[in-house]
């Protein structure tokens, strides 16, 4: 067991913040991947019902249900600006 | 049955092709051997010069934005004075693809503001973002030109260097400035256009409908618009960037970064050029009733 010297006490903290930083980049990504991936199934999903009831109106089901697939990203773009702003900045 | 075959000279074309793009990558691979924590510690600086006395943030510029702004601008411009000159009663190539997206989106305004003295305005302002967000992320996309790289020693100071062969050029909307910019103009005309309809008084009790109660969360869901607006294009266009470099230094290049940005870049930059220019106009006429 060496000595707490100065030195060792700042490379203990410099590893616990890269510690954190992983724990948290991990975490935010991770959980805020749900919601979208549920909410694009949902919009998907009720698409699919419309196109079999109208078959000739595809192209402008398809565009608008590109639209709200981009609304509903949304929320997962900021968790993944969080991570990227806990990891690479702070 | 018969498959159509490829020619020989596009058999030889896709072979060369192929030892290049192998040779590269197995280059690549011997010779990056940095881990990803050194080589890609520089990724979210950017480049600031600062004019004045202090450090506050009305004395710094962020000169990369203002140079690729003033480019595709010139780009766009280019374009259009090539088109200006030809027109005629039976349509070229280039004229025939400028007037069929004006009109879809033309289509798109008419549907949603019913109001004909207000629909022309609105038409021009978003197609107006609508031309520049997508010229700008596809810039930013799978082109590959000069890019700065910046690094911050210990006391502070950045050093910058210029790359003249690297990944991408900078997309001006992958600064947040910009994007900011723009959902602040969109906020700002949607309350002219109140206003304009309805008077101030109007426009000022439209904040306490339904109940005068609501009056704190109507102002709130009217400020977090803009930035919802604002965040949405960031985050796409600089994540993605991101993640493109962290992914391809993770596979050592074998991909080569402009095949992975043929999703984020192409794809994801046209879809969100639409939906910006698209809530913009819902933005706008959802104050013009009657």
Redesign the interface.
């Given at each position: 067991m060496e000595q707490l010297t100065p030195e060792v006490i700042s490379e203990l903290a410099k590893a616990i913040a890269v510690a954190g930083k992983a724990i948290g980049a991990g975490l935010a990504m991770g959980i805020g991947a749900i919601g979208p991936g549920i909410g694009e199934g949902n919009v998907g999903a009720h698409a699919m019902d419309a196109i079999a009831r109208q078959p000739e109106l595809t192209n402008v089901i398809t565009t608008r249900m590109?639209?709200a697939d981009?609304?509903a990203e949304?929320t997962g773009?900021?968790s993944?600006?969080i991570a990227?702003l806990i990891l690479?900045?702070l | 049955m018969s498959k159509k075959k490829m020619s020989t000279k596009a058999k030889i074309q896709l072979t060369i092709f192929l030892i290049v793009y192998i040779t590269v990558g197995l280059l690549n691979a011997k010779l990056m051997t940095a881990p990803p924590s050194e080589a890609l510690k520089n990724i979210a600086n950017r480049w600031i010069v600062q004019f004045g006395p202090t450090n506050a943030w009305y004395y710094r510029i962020n000169p990369m934005t203002v140079i690729m702004s003033f480019l595709v601008i010139i780009v766009i411009l280019a374009f259009a004075r090539s088109v200006h000159k030809e027109f005629s009663l039976i349509p070229s190539r280039k004229q025939a693809f400028a007037e069929s997206l004006m009109d879809f989106l033309y289509e798109i305004v008419e549907s949603s503001v019913p109001n004909e003295k207000y629909a022309r305005s609105i038409f021009k302002i978003s197609m107006t973002l609508f031309i520049y967000i997508a010229v700008s992320n596809l810039i930013g996309g799978f082109i590959p030109g000069i890019s700065a790289d910046v690094s911050i020693a210990e006391n502070g100071a950045r050093t910058v260097k210029f790359v003249l062969f690297s990944d991408t050029w900078f997309p001006p909307t992958g600064d947040l400035n910009t994007n900011l910019t723009y959902a602040v103009m969109v906020f700002i005309i949607s309350q002219y256009f109140a206003i304009k309809t309805k008077g101030v008084k109007g426009w000022l009790k439209g904040f306490l409908e339904p109940v005068a109660f609501m009056l704190p969360m109507n102002i709130v869901g009217e400020l977090a618009k803009p930035l919802s607006h604002a965040m949405r294009l960031f985050g796409n266009v600089t994540g993605g960037g991101i993640l493109v470099l962290v992914i391809s230094y993770l596979v050592k290049y074998m991909f080569l970064p402009p095949f992975l940005w043929a999703y984020f870049g192409i794809f994801s930059g046209l879809i969100q050029a639409f939906v910006f220019s698209t809530l913009a106009i819902a933005y706008m006429s959802s104050q013009i009733e009657g």
């Open positions: 590109i639209l981009a609304i949304t773009i900021y993944l600006f990227f690479f900045v | -």
